[in-house]
């Protein structure tokens, strides 16, 4: 009935939900949570397979940010990755997103996960995130941040939004009020908004020079009046590289297309 896949991930989930009843050990659940994500990505279209160069990036002792974490596979995965002397940084604006999924799947706050109810933008303040809806259903993963953008774009398709009021931070204040010492790698899932995050970013990614895994889509940037390959030009000044996941390793390009949604720049200094 289930293939091997299919019921090594149920196998995976049912030993997540003993380990969080029976058990307050937020390393051993990250690690299964952990686990299974990198199961589906590798076997099952669910899960990006993007998550499996992650090792290649990611060191033990590292800090990174999760930007747009919803579900928090990323974070599962990055907390596993960094182990106890690391921190990840979990963000999400919309703590109701995947509420029956976040029950059994999402990793705990812990010793190395730190989460954080806001949205990262150019300025700091107040903002309206649009959330789509389908057939009724909250499509939480195509929300996007209203500041900025010029109508819907590319989520006219959708029937109806729904406004949800959200704090905004700049990454750059974030690593002052956080006292940041160091910052490794940031994963950021914006819809469209990440020439936005950059702008906020920028003295922060000139000091550290941390590694971003970037979801970049010409359809979701229109919206906010630029192009996909403004983002790269911006990095690219700054001295990083493009490289996109082949399956088995980050292999270089020179600019974005349809064929792929999510690019990695390093920094010479922390080439994977």
């Known amino acids: 009935m289930f293939g091997r896949a299919t019921r090594r991930a149920i196998t995976l989930s049912n030993t997540i939900d003993r380990v969080s009843v029976t ?15 990198q199961l589906l990505a590798r076997f099952t279209p669910w899960v990006e397979p993007e998550l499996l160069g992650l090792r290649a990036v990611v060191r033990p002792g590292d800090v990174c940010l999760d930007v747009g974490a919803a579900l928090g596979y990323y974070t599962a ?8 002397q690391g921190t990840v940084h979990s963000v999400e604006p919309l703590l109701f997103a995947h509420p029956a999924l976040s029950a059994v799947l999402r990793p705990r706050s812990g010793p190395n996960i730190v989460r954080h109810s806001m949205a990262f933008g150019q300025e700091p303040g107040r903002t309206v995130m649009r959330v789509p809806v389908r057939n009724g259903v909250l499509v939480t993963g ?21 406004e949800v009021n959200v704090r ?15 910052l490794d790698f940031v994963k950021g899932d914006v819809e469209g908004a ?3 995050l950059l702008h906020g970013a920028r003295k922060t990614i000139e000091r550290f ?10 359809r979701h940037t229109e919206r906010y009046g630029h192009s996909a390959a403004d983002v790269a030009d911006w990095l690219r000044e700054r001295g990083y590289q493009m490289s996109t996941w082949s399956g088995t390793a980050w292999r ?4 974005i297309t349809t064929r ?3 690019y990695l720049f390093t920094h010479p200094d922390r080439r994977p």
């Not at 905004?168 to 160091?182: K, M, N, P, S, W």
């Not at 270089?252 to 600019?255: K, L, M, N």
Request: charge should be negative; glycine fraction near 6%.
């Open 23 to 37: 058990q307050d050990f937020p390393a051993v659940r990250t690690k299964a949570v952990a686990n299974l994500f």
């Open 77 to 84: 995965v990055l907390a596993d990755l960094v182990g106890p």
């Open 142 to 162: 195509r929300s996007f941040v209203d500041e900025g953008a010029r109508g819907l774009g590319s989520n006219a398709e959708f029937e109806d939004h729904v």
């Open 168 to 182: 905004v931070e700049t990454i750059d204040q974030f690593a002052v009020h956080r006292g940041l010492h160091r």
């Open 194 to 196: 990440e020439l936005s």
């Open 209 to 218: 020079r941390p590694s971003l895994l970037l979801e970049i889509e010409a």
């Open 252 to 255: 270089p390009v020179d600019r």
């Open 260 to 262: 792929a949604r999510n």
